[in-house]
């Protein structure tokens, strides 16, 4: 349950290989701005798990330099499927980087997981941002200095766990009391609450179609990556009236369509779980700040034009709906309800009988970043896949261009490195489909006037 990515940089002319002991000096002096990454966590002996400070916590055990040859992309999402594939140390904090020093092509590489526990996909994002420099010669900083709070005893670790229980019911409790004060907005939450528990429910009723993407996975992991270039999703926007999220929805309902085909499989709809972010404007904490959008991949469509119009139509519905404000409620109430009906929710939430797969665009930075001077040139985001889920999509815009990263159970889909020229192949689709494909160069040719000579003409 790690989200992650994987960076590759363009090194600077003259440089053979990422300077490990400048990254490390990097991550060391801003550590303090992210003080979970000095954390484990700590099972109280009654309540929620508690987050505790790593007495022993070392920066070299969760910063790994890979010293061996990985040469060109096929090579670096191998690597990227090893490292992805073993599970965080839970005695230790829940985050790991892998620095690739010489990637080849005059390139390195970086990797990070972080569990799910401590952050999101947004916050990931944010959390990586701080890895790196928004100008090559940024200086790395001084490290500030830092000390672990003393360890609590089970006693007072009890008293801790209930005391924040009891807070968080207090503040419930605190909201609802205002919401009798406010009668107005007090019937618009219940409302709200109402339509969102009857959207769930309908969800729980009606199961995702049975597909190739669900079934029995075992521990192994794997990436593929591609990169599109965002002027092509633009236009497909402005051709098709739609929100940019649209497109890229309607990009994986199109690659899927041609992989059900490889599989050898009746391409039909599945159901997607889109991570939706509720942050409040200048809310840039870590943590988990995201409710879920359950939306039908038209895979079964064969015009792409009509696959993009029936994604809109979806995303319009859900938008006015106001079941997106209302899954949050759900969700933030949860933290109410007693340990062993969370962990049943959690499970139901998680299954294949709610969604078929993940997808999740992630809006990244415009700018260039930097690592030790080196130039970040994409970053493909790791979006977890839960049991009974082979794969997972993750998407995320950088630079002027959206790259696309599909995680998933190489044992269950052996055909899963055919995605990347399926995405390839679903975006000039879905070009032709709107009007809007690029045409060929026109070509010159010789045409012979009367009289001998000879003028250019276009065909």
Partial sequence: MHVGWLATLELP??????????????????????????????????????????SEFDLARHLVVERRAVRGRGELERLAGEFLSTPLDRSRPLWQIVLVPDAGGGRAALLGKVHHAMVDGIAAVELGALLFDLDPSADAGDPVAWRPEPAEGPLRMTVDAVADGALEQFRAARRVAALGLQPRRAVRVAETMRRAALSVAEDVVRPAPPTFLNGAIGPRRALVCERLALSRLERIKRAGGVKLNDVVLALVAGALRRFAAVVEWAPGPLRAMVPVNVRGTGDTGGGNRITFAFV????????????????????????????????????????????????????????????????????????????????????????????????????????????????????????????????????????????????????????????????????
């Avoid at 991550?27 to 966590?41: C, G, K, M, T, Y």
């Avoid at 979006?383 to 959206?402: E, N």
């Fill in 296 to 459: 039908d991949l038209p895979v079964d469509e064969p015009v792409a034009s009509r696959r993009l119009a029936d994604v809109h139509r979806q995303m319009q519905e859900l938008k006015a709906s106001g079941r997106i404000a209302g899954s949050d409620a759900l969700l933030r109430s949860m933290v109410q309800l007693p340990g062993f009906v969370k962990e049943r929710a959690a499970r139901l939430a998680a299954s294949p009988r709610m969604y078929n797969l993940a997808v999740s665009n992630l809006p990244g930075p415009p700018d260039p970043l930097y690592v030790s001077g080196c130039r970040v040139e994409a970053i493909h985001p790791v979006i977890p896949i839960s049991d009974g889920h082979a794969m997972a999509i993750g998407v995320l815009t950088y630079r002027g261009a959206l790259h696309f990263a599909a995680y998933l159970d190489p044992e269950t889909l052996p055909e899963g490195g055919e995605l990347g020229s399926l995405f390839r192949s679903a975006v000039t689709e879905l070009e032709h489909s709107v009007g809007v494909a690029r045409r060929p160069a026109a070509r010159r040719r010789r045409t012979r006037r009367p009289g001998g000579a000879t003028a250019g003409a276009h065909v």
């Fill in 13 to 54: 002319d003259g440089t053979e290989e990422l300077d490990p002991e400048g990254v490390a000096e990097r991550i060391a002096a801003r550590l303090h701005l992210v003080p979970r990454f000095r954390q484990r966590v700590a099972a109280a002996p009654l309540g929620d798990p508690l987050w505790v400070d790593d």
